[in-house]
C-alpha cells in the first residue's frame, strides 16, 4: 500500500437494500479480515456521519452504479475501492453476456452492441430480453437448437433460474401473473448444457497487491432443497493472467482463462466508464444438446462474492510468504449444521435468507502438495 493508502479507513458497506443478515454479517467478516491483512485499520460498516470527510477504502456487497453513489461514498476509482463501478445498472448483471432479438428489440440506455460483438465467440448460444413482446420470439430462435434456461438478470447464487424445454412449457410461463415484469426486469435466455463443470477465474488489484486465480465453483443444497452456491475451490497466484499461464494447467482451464481475458477486455472497451479491482468470470463448459462440447463466459463478478474470503485467505498467504509462488484455497458454504473443520477459517455461522443454518469457511491448502 502507498503511504496515501495507509492513512485509509477500511469499511464494509452492505449497499443492497433489505439484503438478509449473513450477507451483511459476511461483509462485515471479510472487511475486518481484508483490513488485518493490509495493516489498515477497520472502520466497521459505512455510515454517512460517521465517516464524512475520511479517505476510504470500501467493501461493497454490490457493484456501484451510476455517478451519484460514487460520488457520495467519495469513491474515485478502483484504487478506492474492491470491487466495481458502472454507469448503468444493467452493466454489472448477466445481461450483457448477450445480443438482443435485433435492432427493434427494447434495450436499457446505455447499451452496447459492441459488447456483444466482441464476446460473441466466448459465451454461449443466448439472447438478452427487456420486455415481454420480444420473449416469445427470443425463445422460439433459441429452441431449435434445444433446452434453454431462462435466468433472470439480478438474481444470484444460481436462484430463479428454469430450464425450458419446448415452446409449450415457454407460454406457460407467459401466462403467468408476474410474466411482464419479469420480462421488463431483464431476462437472459441461454442454452442449457448437461454435464457442466463450472470455472471461476478471476483478477484482482488492492493496492499494491495483485493477483489471480482459476478454479471450480460447485453447488449444494439449501435449506429449501434449491441447488445453490456451495463453493469454489482456486488455484491462486501473485500476478496477472499471464503468470497465472505460466503454470502447468489443463487445456480446458487455459481456455477459460482465456475466454475470461477477452470479456474482461471487452468490457474496458464498451463501457469505458466502468472500473473494478475485483473482477470475476464463471465459465461454464459442458454438453450441448447434441452432445458437442460447449465452453462460456455466463457471467462477470465486480464485487464482493463467494469466492472472496478465499481471495483474502490466498492474499493473505503472499503477504505473510512473499516468495510463495502459489496458493490453493477454497471457500465452503453448506446449510447443513456441523463443526468447523480442522484447520478451516469461519466466515460465518447463523441462520440464512431462505434457511435456518449456513455456515461459510475457508481451507488453505499448498500449491505442490
Not at 409449450?168 to 442454452?191: S, T
Not at 480446458?252 to 466508464?273: H, T
Not at 456441523?338 to 475457508?362: C, M, T, W
Request: proline share 5%.
Amino acid at each position: 500500500m502507498t503511504p496515501n493508502q495507509r492513512k485509509k479507513l477500511l469499511v464494509a458497506h452492505s449497499s443492497r437494500a433489505g439484503a438478509p443478515q449473513h450477507e451483511v454479517d459476511t461483509n462485515r467478516a471479510l472487511a475486518r479480515w481484508l483490513a488485518q491483512v493490509l495493516g489498515l485499520e477497520f472502520g466497521g460498516s459505512y455510515d454517512r456521519q460517521k465517516h464524512a470527510g475520511r479517505e476510504l477504502y470500501l467493501l461493497p456487497t454490490q457493484t456501484l452504479v451510476g455517478p451519484e453513489q460514487a460520488l457520495a461514498l467519495n469513491i474515485r476509482g478502483p484504487q478506492d475501492l474492491w470491487g466495481g463501478y458502472v454507469e448503468h445498472d444493467f452493466i454489472c448483471t448477466k445481461a450483457i453476456s448477450h445480443g438482443l432479438l435485433g435492432p427493434e428489440a427494447k434495450a436499457p440506455e446505455g447499451w452496447s452492441a459492441l459488447f456483444c460483438e466482441r464476446v460473441r465467440d466466448v459465451v454461449l448460444d443466448g439472447l438478452s430480453v427487456f420486455a415481454l413482446d420480444d420473449a416469445r420470439p427470443a425463445a422460439t430462435r433459441l429452441l431449435y437448437s434445444g433446452p434453454i434456461r431462462l435466468k433472470p438478470v439480478h438474481a444470484c447464487a444460481g436462484r430463479g433460474q428454469e430450464v425450458i424445454h419446448s415452446l409449450d412449457e415457454f407460454d406457460a410461463l407467459l401466462a403467468r401473473p408476474d410474466a411482464a415484469q419479469l420480462f421488463n426486469q431483464g431476462v437472459v435466455l441461454e442454452q442449457d448444457l448437461h454435464d457442466v463443470v463450472t470455472h471461476s477465474v478471476g483478477h484482482s488489484c488492492i493496492g499494491e497487491r495483485v493477483f489471480s486465480y482459476c478454479g471450480e465453483q460447485y453447488l449444494t443444497e439449501d435449506g429449501q432443497g434449491e441447488k445453490v452456491y456451495g463453493g469454489s475451490n482456486l488455484l491462486v497466484v501473485p500476478g496477472d493472467y499471464a503468470d497465472l499461464l505460466k503454470l502447468d494447467l489443463p487445456d480446458d482451464v487455459r481456455l477459460a482463462i482465456e475466454q475470461a481475458q477477452v470479456f474482461d477486455a471487452a468490457a474496458d472497451e464498451a463501457y469505458p466508464g466502468f472500473y473494478a479491482s475485483r473482477r470475476n468470470y464463471d465459465i461454464a463448459q459442458g454438453l450441448d444438446s447434441d452432445g458437442q462440447r460447449r465452453s462460456g463466459v455466463l457471467e462477470q463478478s465486480w464485487r464482493m462474492g463467494g469466492a472472496s474470503s478465499a481471495e483474502v485467505a490466498a492474499l493473505q498467504s503472499f503477504v505473510n510468504q512473499p516468495g510463495l509462488k502459489a496458493i490453493r484455497v477454497s471457500s465452503v458454504e453448506t446449510y447443513v449444521e456441523q463443526a468447523l473443520p480442522a484447520d478451516a477459517i469461519e466466515v460465518y455461522r447463523g441462520p440464512a435468507q431462505n434457511s435456518d443454518f449456513l455456515l461459510k469457511y475457508v481451507t488453505v491448502n499448498s500449491y505442490d502438495g
